[in-house]
């Protein structure tokens, strides 16, 4: 009932709850707001007990500060209720505004698993007396409406004048819901920005933490490394080197930014650098150093990004190979050449002749057009004149080989034989040459000296060859010269010259020794196996040495 005082006492109450509103917005974390929350209920609103329920992210409500009975706070507090008990009791007892009161005469059903207190006093003398078990809930919304996500409730109980709030009273605890929930949602929201500023923190740090470790990853790693660009005009770019690469190329990191990786690379190795920088991975190729230089290196590409949408770069890992490189072509120097002399040996002998050879006989004698034609790439010319059923030009029909409907293997012939008349052709001369008394210098003077002539004997037979020719040795006292281009007078006069070669005699230490040689003329054509020819030239060797025998007994 309104009295002359009401005016007063509204004053006064509008006073304490601008004070009380002003605190909510001086509270530095989400828990002092909540704390503010309730201490400004008993403060500024006349309840003595004052509990707010938050809504926690899985919807339920916990007791998230209280106010107005350290031992029901100590009670109650951090204890959760579901948002279905809640859903309940806010739809229950008499709608005052945006406020719900359930009074005592309903307590009785609620059963359920809301967190609560019990409060004694003396049954209620008239009609507006606040009952004990009377309930007031002023829910917070996010929006300040009905309507909006629900924050939390605020629970009051135990109103200091004994009585039920009046309209102002109730207009009071509903304008104070409504600035705890922008104050709530203010706290939050701070506390979210206040969280993620610590995260960004962290993760810049990290990121400058990671960037510094990748630097100094980058700028003192043992092995070469690089940055450069990727896609686009400017692809292999070098943007950035340490120092590791600069000293392994002889160039400055100054001068290494002039350059994209394709200037640097051996230009047989280009096609190799393209499809490592294409797709990633790693290669072995070598790069250019400044005084003009090649080194062997092993090429690693990464593809990375600046950022998730940035542009992508290749991060080059280049390792100095060049000392494995030299052990592997010694290695491989070792398994096709001949330890003693450094000749080719039989097994590389026999690949060079099986390189020319094929296992189709061929039936004609090309002329020299032929060869260039078999030499270059026809192969829209051969398939037009094999449509058609025609032969090429020059009478010889193109025949189907392993690589496809044609090959352009130049198929080796051999002249024809002393007895048939000599047509100029040319072909792959196999001379088989035997020491002649090699045996005696080796059992009466030693391996050593033995082997000082045959390092001898093979230096001069290398003399005594063309460029494109190959001196092998089969083993012991033998060597075979593989030369290609030669007619049968050509390689007549090639064995004379050879065996004249051989003959003079051979100082070693301080000893002189002479050897012979005997030389059989094999001739390779397609068709035979290389043990073939070698077969056939060793035969002719043996009857050249019985003819040399002879003609030596009827001299003497």
């Known amino acids: 009932m309104e009295t002359e005082s009401e005016p007063y006492v509204r004053l006064a109450t509008l006073r304490q709850l601008h004070q009380v509103v002003a605190d909510l917005n001086t509270a530095r974390s989400l828990a002092d707001t909540l704390q503010t929350v309730a201490d400004g209920v008993v403060n500024g609103l006349g309840y003595e007990l004052a509990c707010v329920n938050l809504v926690r992210p899985d919807g339920d409500l916990v007791v998230a500060a209280f106010a107005g009975n350290p031992a029901a706070e100590a009670l109650i507090t951090g204890r959760v209720g579901s948002r279905e008990s809640w859903d309940r009791r806010l739809s229950m007892g008499e709608a005052w505004g945006a406020l719900r009161f359930i009074p005592h005469t309903e307590g009785w059903v609620l059963d359920d698993d809301v967190p609560q207190w019990y409060t004694e006093g003396p049954e209620p003398r008239f009609e507006d007396e606040w009952h004990p078990s009377d309930r007031l809930f002023a829910p917070m919304y996010a929006t300040g409406a009905s309507g909006g996500e629900l924050l939390g409730v605020i629970s009051v109980d135990r109103p200091r004048n004994g009585r039920r709030p009046g309209a102002w009273g109730r207009e009071a605890l509903q304008m104070y ?50 940055i450069a660009e990727m896609g686009g005009d400017q692809h292999g770019r070098i943007l950035r080197t340490n120092d590791a690469l600069c000293r392994l190329l002889g160039r400055p990191a100054s001068q290494m930014r002039r350059y994209s990786f394709s200037d640097l690379v051996h230009p047989e190795d280009i096609g190799t650098l393209l499809r490592t920088s294409a797709e990633g991975g790693r290669a072995e190729l070598r790069f250019g150093r400044r005084d003009g230089t090649y080194v062997w290196v092993s090429l690693r590409n990464s593809v990375v990004a600046d950022a998730a949408d940035g542009p992508r770069f290749l ?93 352009h293997h130049v198929h080796t012939v051999a002249p024809p034989d002393d007895h048939e008349a000599d047509d100029g052709t040319k072909g792959l001369a196999v001379l088989f040459c035997d020491l002649d008394g090699f045996k005696s210098i080796n059992d009466r003077f030693g391996h050593h000296t033995g082997d000082a002539v045959l390092i001898e004997v093979a230096r001069r037979l290398t003399s005594g ?25 050509d390689a007549q006069d090639l064995a004379v010259r050879l065996r004249n070669a051989i003959i003079p005699p051979i100082r070693v230490e301080g000893r002189a020794v002479r050897v012979g040689a005997s030389f059989g003329i094999g001739w390779a054509h397609c068709g035979m196996s290389a043990d073939e020819v070698l077969h056939s030239a060793d035969q002719r060797m043996y009857v050249e040495k019985r003819s040399r025998a002879k003609q030596h007994r009827r001299a003497g």
């Open 177 to 226: 819901a409504f600035q705890a929930a922008i104050a709530i949602s203010n706290a939050r929201l701070r506390a979210n920005m206040q969280r993620a500023l610590v995260r960004l923190e962290r993760e810049q740090q990290a990121l400058r933490a990671s960037e510094e470790s990748f630097r100094q990853a980058f700028e003192y790693a043992p092995s070469g490394m690089a």
């Open 315 to 407: 991060l080059t890992h280049v390792e100095d190979i060049e000392e494995r490189k030299r052990r592997e072509l010694q290695l491989a120097h070792r398994a096709s050449h001949d330890s003693l002399t450094g000749l080719p040996n039989s097994a590389e002998l026999r690949a060079r002749l099986s390189a020319r050879l094929c296992r189709r006989p061929h039936a004609g004698q090309p002329s020299p057009v032929d060869s260039l034609d078999a030499a270059y790439d026809h192969s829209g010319l051969y398939a037009a004149g094999h449509a058609t059923g025609h032969v090429n030009g020059h009478g010889h029909a193109p025949v189907p080989g392993p690589h496809g409907d044609y090959d």
């Open 465 to 489: 060859v063309r460029d494109g020719d190959t001196v092998a040795r089969l083993g012991g006292d033998e060597f075979v010269v593989l030369a290609d281009g030669l007619g049968r007078a």
